[in-house]
């Protein structure tokens, strides 16, 4: 049976966005395939409010996280985490042999500017990571306000995860200084995995040629030097098929949708979900700092979450449990991508009568 899913990524996928994963290859080092590339990149800025340049990565984030942190830092990385996936960054870093600080939040609650003042007034750190939205906890990070305090420090560089808020929430990554920003493709952009995508300012370029062992496949500065040197071609062998296919979304975002519409469509839902938790059970994050994206619902009737996800499979639907520590202590469902407020409406309707049941 087909699900409907309100998981925080791989998202469901439309129809016609699937079809355009079967387009027929070309050729990947011809000017079809620069004319792809240029395309997705102009449309990309749109979506994230920048001038910036545009990379693409055969990865998951996760690919471009590891680049940025191991592309960016020369000095030391401050690693800002509220959960797992800020947790990732650190553990990129220590990996990568990155020299590297830990400052986690309490689960739940958000990384505070104070928090990221008070580590770069040591001058330590050039370079810094935050978590725009954490799937683990909820939290969706105040950047502005982080943003306002870290353009304070000019030699620090900024890298921002938004792999899972991209598209759904709007992210204004000139105004806010970031340097290199990630998202994904499986999420709010609603298409399948497997394709990466970054913002890299020229002061991340200067950065790059700064750090000596990058790395090969996710050198950022390689991937920058491609597109300049080869008129907007990849380094290796790059996803066609998901490039087709991002083309083809972004026309539908831009023009069909319409930016804002979709902001406002993704707090609807976040709204609605939101209202619902707090009469059934408990929001886990701070509300103040709730994601747009997803909602992680503190398990206050200690319902078996499993079961009740086995029970929503036989519907036709499926959520997801807690992350890592949090399984079965929280529940998470996703409102992202091309889901509309009716069919989350349609999901939380059915988890009532599944409870009612007991």
């Not at 102009?42 to 545009?54: L, P, S, W």
């Amino acid at each position: 049976m087909k699900k409907k899913l309100f998981i925080p990524g791989p998202v469901t996928v439309s129809e016609d966005v699937l079809e355009k994963m079967s387009t027929q290859m070309i050729g990947h080092r011809t000017k079809d395939a620069s004319n792809l590339q240029r395309s997705i990149s102009e449309k990309m800025r749109k979506v994230m409010y920048t001038e910036e340049e545009i990379l693409l990565s055969t990865s998951s984030g996760t690919g471009l996280m590891e680049g940025a942190i191991r592309s960016g830092t020369k000095k030391r990385a401050a690693v800002f985490s509220v959960g797992a996936f800020g947790d990732r960054w650190y553990e990129l870093a220590e990996a990568n042999n990155v020299p590297a600080d830990l400052f986690q939040s309490e689960m739940g609650k958000p990384t505070t500017p104070e928090m990221v003042e008070e580590a770069l007034a040591t001058g330590k750190y050039d370079l810094v990571t935050i978590t725009h939205n954490e799937t683990s906890t909820g939290i969706m990070n105040p950047v502005k306000e982080i943003s306002d305090v870290i353009k304070k420090y000019p030699e620090v560089l900024f890298a921002m995860d938004t792999v899972s808020s991209l598209g759904g929430v709007k992210i204004p990554f000139d105004e806010w200084g970031v340097d290199i920003g990630i998202t994904s493709t499986q999420k709010c952009l609603g298409l399948p995995p497997g394709l990466a995508i970054a913002s890299f300012s020229k002061k991340a370029v200067q950065r790059a040629k700064e750090v000596k062992h990058r790395g090969y496949y996710l050198d950022l500065l390689k991937l920058y030097d491609t597109i300049q040197k080869k008129d907007y071609q990849y380094p290796s062998t790059p996803s066609l098929s998901h490039m087709f296919a991002l083309d083809y979304q972004l026309d539908k975002i831009l023009n069909e949708e319409g930016l804002e519409n979709r902001f406002n469509r993704h707090q609807e839902m976040a709204d609605y979900v939101r209202a619902w938790a707090k009469e059934h059970f408990e929001l886990f994050a701070e509300e103040k700092y709730a994601s747009n994206a997803l909602t992680t619902i503190k398990n206050t009737k200690g319902i078996s979450v499993k079961e009740l996800n086995r029970k929503l499979g036989e519907r036709g639907y499926s959520i997801s449990n807690g992350y890592g520590d949090l399984k079965e202590k929280t529940f998470r469902i996703a409102h992202m991508a091309d889901t509309t407020l009716d069919e989350v409406k349609e999901l939380l309707n059915v988890i009532e009568e599944l409870m009612e049941e007991k």
